[in-house]
């Protein structure tokens, strides 16, 4: 494990203003990946020791965390963020925590994979964050309890060792696992609040499950697919477009800057494995001014391979789901949706199932990662 981005100590009290104006962050090298506690995929925080001040739900809130000088409530300043109370010694000749004295939240991932990097957002918390932080990692098949979790047999392996982290800052830790796991724990030394927890990697699907699904969307963030590059991400992630569900906002989706050249925006995906695509869907649900106004759909087999067009160029509705039904089976690793000449999508689906061959690489990889 390293630490990529570094912060300690206390930020200055906020003086006014904008209160994300003296935050500290960096470039993480890993951000551009799926956050696997993502709420849109079924991430929770399932339990916590202590959440006196603050909610520990707040910790996987999608939205950045906001700060209002003014809001109190009976037991104190209310923060946007996972805040425990003060912890004491036990005695007045004792009355520090401690040196083993923690609080901790059991996180369970919405989409079970490898992490690649794990930030510890402890904004709006300049006096008030844990002097230091760890992250345990487990892999429990089902749908386990709080109990099920803490029981003495359960093995946690260590992601993030106890590290020191700065107030009112994105701390960020690249993690080195090469393991497949499903729940968190995230432990604060001694006390104090965090305001968002963010783990990014790779999901690895359960290969069991899909085969009972038989037909499935292919590059579907939770089946494991993901997104490889895309030529804009002015306005909002590419990720989006493989997110669960519809899109519920104009930001839920992808959506470009206004080109003034004669070229196009693209989305290149990786697919759960190889697979056979029957039908699509491009939906542009609330894009309505700004939606794509043509797009197409081509499919790659292997890294090598060239690219070929399943789904010619097709005009786009806005706010409309559109659905199309392959004349033939498109078998694939990668996708790419091309839209003319610019605008958004707020959804792509690829229906099929995984080839044999695909289907064999997916059980083989979920085994070696101990799924």
């Known amino acids: ?60 809130v999608p939205e950045r965390a906001e700060f209002d000088p003014e809001h ?85 392996t260590t992601l993030v060792p106890r590290t020191a982290v700065g107030g ?46 038989g037909t499935f969307d292919v590059v579907a963030l939770e089946n494991g697919g993901q997104v490889e590059d895309a030529s804009n991400l002015f306005y909002s992630p590419a990720t989006n477009t493989i997110q669960p569900g519809r899109s519920r906002k104009m930001d839920d989706g992808w959506e470009t800057r206004r080109r003034r050249d004669r070229g196009h925006d693209w989305i290149r995906y990786r697919l759960a494995d190889r697979s056979a695509i029957r039908a699509i869907e491009i939906d542009t649900a609330y ?14 087999d292997g890294e090598d391979g060239d690219w070929r067009e399943v789904l010619p160029r097709t005009r786009l509705q806005p706010d409309t789901n559109h659905r199309f039904v392959l004349p033939e089976q498109a078998v694939g690793t990668h996708a790419r949706v091309d839209i003319f000449p610019d605008g958004g999508i707020s959804r792509l689906r690829l229906f099929g199932s995984l080839t044999e061959d695909g289907a064999a690489h997916l059980s083989a990889r979920h085994q070696e990662l101990g799924g």
């Open 1 to 60: 494990m390293t630490a990529t981005s570094t912060f300690t100590g206390d930020a200055n009290p906020y003086s006014g203003g904008d209160p994300y104006a003296d935050y500290r962050s960096a470039d993480l090298p890993f951000t551009h990946l799926a956050n696997l506690a993502d709420r849109r995929l079924g991430a929770g925080v399932v339990a916590a020791n202590d959440e006196f001040f603050a909610q520990r739900e707040n910790l996987l």
């Open 72 to 156: 109190f409530g009976h037991k104190g300043k209310i923060m946007d963020g996972w805040e425990t109370r003060r912890r004491r010694g036990v005695s007045a000749d004792h009355p520090w925590p401690a040196e083993d004295d923690h609080d901790w939240a059991l996180v369970r991932l919405g989409a079970p994979g490898v992490i690649r990097g794990i930030v510890v957002d402890t904004a709006h918390f300049r006096g008030n964050y844990p002097q230091a932080v760890s992250v345990e990692a487990t892999s429990v098949p089902g749908s386990p309890s709080p109990e099920d979790l803490l029981a003495e047999d359960v093995k946690w």
């Open 168 to 213: 009112h800052a994105a701390n960020g830790f690249t993690v080195d696992a090469e393991q497949r796991f499903t729940h968190l724990r995230v432990n604060q030394h001694p006390d104090g609040g965090i305001a968002r927890l963010r783990v990014h990697g790779e999901v690895v699907p359960d290969p069991a499950w899909l085969a009972a699904l």
């Open 287 to 300: 894009l309505k001014g700004n939606s794509a106004g043509w797009a197409s759909v081509s499919v790659r």
